[in-house]
């Protein structure tokens, strides 16, 4: 089962945190820039939620490098539309 959240930034590390311990979530729909994404990112691997999700954005920030360099892990099995 695939559940599927709108994510606003300043709110998304407690929803991660908090799909981690449900184990029917798997997807994440991200609305934020390309600035926010990287900060999320940095965050997830802080919480050891790398590889926990698949990340759903839009190619404003799935092709900006500030969302993923250094980060790949973390933006691994994204899907940009």
Known sequence: MVAVYVVVYAKVLGICTSMCWTI???????????????????????????????????DGWGGRGLAYLGKEAEVGGTHCV
């Open 24 to 58: 029917c979530f798997a997807g994440v729909i991200i609305f934020a820039s390309d600035q926010e994404v990287g900060e999320l990112m940095k965050a997830v691997k802080r919480r050891g939620l790398t590889g926990k999700f698949s990340w759903i954005g839009s």
